[in-house]
Every structure is written in structure tokens, then in C-alpha cells.
T-cell receptor, first 109, second 112 residues
Framework: DAKTTQPPSMDCAEGRAANLPCNHS???????VYWYRQIHSQGPQYIIH???NNETNEMASLIITEDRKSSTLILPHATLRDTAVYYC??????????FGTGTRLKVLA | DTAVSQTPKYLVTQMGNDKSIKCEQN?????MYWYKQDSKKFLKIMFS???????INETVPNRFSPKSPDKAHLNLHINSLELGDSAVYFC???????????FGPGTRLLVL
């Protein structure tokens, strides 16, 4: 079973920041949070991951709460090409990605 | 250069046939995976190999048999195909095991 819960869908205006929340209240101390996205039916694409600290790369920022029970993926300036299903995954000790249902983000022109 | 490639991209076949899907990665990774994404879009891991050894084997019918001839390849052979096998199959790789996985473009299998 997925260890994460995400809203099923969100809309975001083009050029605005998209903030995608994820709850992972049962996360353990050494488990990482990963974010992937799947555009249409392509293969999932890695976005970012983190353990405790906030992380930023060229694609997005990841904000993890101090208690690590939730996180937010931020796409700073969403474009139409960011329309996709976004998956938040907690990597467990068995090294398996367990995908949940994800959030379907629609970026509106 | 494609990091993780799969062939074929599309596969249409009849029930009862045997088919194979090939996966190759040029990332130098030790670990490779097979995932299945069904019509409801749930993405679920099937197998994982590390250095040609099976390390994850989820509850998958034994009609599915992965084979890893070397670290760069992980093929999926499916015997006696059934209608329910229709799905998109994704290959992925990572280095080391469990870290960031890179996915292939998928193979769309349709069983008639």
C-alpha cells in the first residue's frame, strides 16, 4: 500500500507557482520522499527527492515539514508542458517504489 | 542518446501467444526493474534485478519470467498471454538499488 496521500487533481494558471501537497504521516526517519511525474502515457520522470531538508533543483523545489509528515512540491512558474500526473513516493527499506494515485495537475493557459 | 530503451513500443497479439519485451539501459546502473501500469493507471512494480540477480519478485503470475543476460539488459517474457495482461509495461534502472530510478518510454501491450 502506498504510504502517501495526494489530492486527485489540481489546476494552476500558466506562469504561476504550482504547489502540490503530499501527506506521508507514517514515514520513518530514514525514508526518503521522491517526486516523479508522468506526462500523458510516457515513462515516469524523476523530479526531486529529499530526506529532511528542503531541496531545490532546476525543475522544482521540495519543502518537507519539520515533523516530516508532509511535503510540498513547488513548480515555480508552471507551463502548459507541466500538465501531468505527479506522484509522491516514500522509498521504504525494501527499496520498492510504491506508487499511489498521484495528483493530476492541469496547467491552464 | 536514450538512457533506458524498450522494444517494441507497441505489441498487439492474440490470447495464448508468448511474447517478449526487451529493455536496455546505457547508464551503467546495476539495478533494473519492470513495472506494469494497468488501464486504471496504477503503476506497480513486478520485478527487480541487481547485478543479474532477482531481488524483488512481487505477486506476479509465473507466466511472467524476467531474464537478465547482463547488467545492461532486463527482458520480460510472457507465456500464454491473457486479456488481463493488456497494459503498459515500463522498464527502469537505478544505481545503487533503491535510489533515483530512470524509466523507459513503455511498451503498450494489447492482448486480443
Amino acid at each position: 500500500d502506498a504510504k502517501t496521500t495526494q489530492p486527485p487533481s489540481m489546476d494552476c494558471a500558466e506562469g504561476r507557482a504550482a504547489n502540490l501537497p503530499c501527506n506521508h504521516s507514517t514515514i520513518s526517519g530514514n525514508e526518503y520522499v521522491y517526486w516523479y511525474r508522468q506526462i500523458h502515457s510516457q515513462g515516469p520522470q524523476y523530479i526531486i527527492h529529499g530526506l529532511k531538508n528542503n531541496e531545490t533543483n532546476e525543475m522544482a523545489s521540495l519543502i518537507i515539514t519539520e515533523d516530516r509528515k508532509s511535503s510540498t512540491l513547488i513548480l515555480p512558474h508552471a507551463t502548459l508542458r507541466d500538465t501531468a500526473v505527479y506522484y509522491c513516493i516514500v522509498l521504504t527499506g525494501t527499496y520498492k517504489y510504491i506508487f499511489g494515485t498521484g495528483t493530476r495537475l492541469k496547467v491552464l493557459a | 542518446d536514450t538512457a533506458v530503451s524498450q522494444t517494441p513500443k507497441y505489441l498487439v497479439t492474440q490470447m495464448g501467444n508468448d511474447k517478449s519485451i526487451k529493455c536496455e539501459q546505457n547508464l551503467g546502473h546495476d539495478t533494473m526493474y519492470w513495472y506494469k501500469q494497468d488501464s486504471k493507471k496504477f503503476l506497480k512494480i513486478m520485478f527487480s534485478y541487481n547485478n543479474k540477480e532477482l531481488i524483488i519478485n512481487e505477486t506476479v503470475p509465473n507466466r511472467f519470467s524476467p531474464k537478465s543476460p547482463d547488467k545492461a539488459h532486463l527482458n520480460l517474457h510472457i507465456n500464454s498471454l491473457e486479456l488481463g495482461d493488456s497494459a503498459v509495461y515500463f522498464c527502469a534502472s537505478s544505481q545503487p538499488t533503491g535510489e533515483t530510478q530512470y524509466f523507459g518510454p513503455g511498451t503498450r501491450l494489447l492482448v486480443l
